[in-house]
Nanobody, 123 residues
Framework: VQLVESGGGLVQPGGSLRLSCAATGSIFRINVMGWYRQAPGKERELVATITSGGRTDYADSVKGRFTISRDNGKNTWYLQMNSLKPEDTAVYSC??????????????????WGKGTLVTVSS
């Protein structure tokens, strides 16, 4: 199983970016897709999650500015980030929890991470 993020970069305050995460491999079902971030010198924190049923959850710091969405058919999910602030600068990583195929059959409750993409908000 592999997760690959894309869409990070440098943006001015007030600008927008859209991150994408594509999951490939022996994936049977994804229950929860998410985005997390880690700023320099800080712990990793939850940004947003979306369940298979479409329920979303956001960190208070990004509510009203960020939107998480998913394309179930492609095992791909997105994070639309608007009104970006310098404090949004971080490495953003995607994650999913679900059921995957292994040499021993299906295994549920598995969690996988991407390597991360850097988002820098600066003038």
């Amino acid at each position: 199983v592999q997760l690959v993020e894309s869409g990070g970069g440098l943006v001015q305050p007030g600008g927008s970016l859209r991150l994408s995460c594509a999951a490939t491999g022996s994936i049977f079902r994804i229950n929860v897709m998410g985005w997390y971030r880690q700023a320099p010198g800080k712990e990793r924190e939850l940004v947003a999650t979306i369940t298979s049923g479409g329920r979303t959850d956001y960190a208070d710091s990004v509510k009203g500015r960020f939107t998480i969405s998913r394309d179930n058919g492609k095992n791909t999910w997105y994070l639309q980030m608007n009104s970006l602030k310098p404090e949004d600068t971080a490495v953003y990583s995607c994650n999913f929890v679900g059921t995957v195929g292994t040499d021993f059959g299906l295994r549920g409750g598995m969690s996988y991470w991407g390597k991360g993409t850097l988002v820098t908000v600066s003038s």
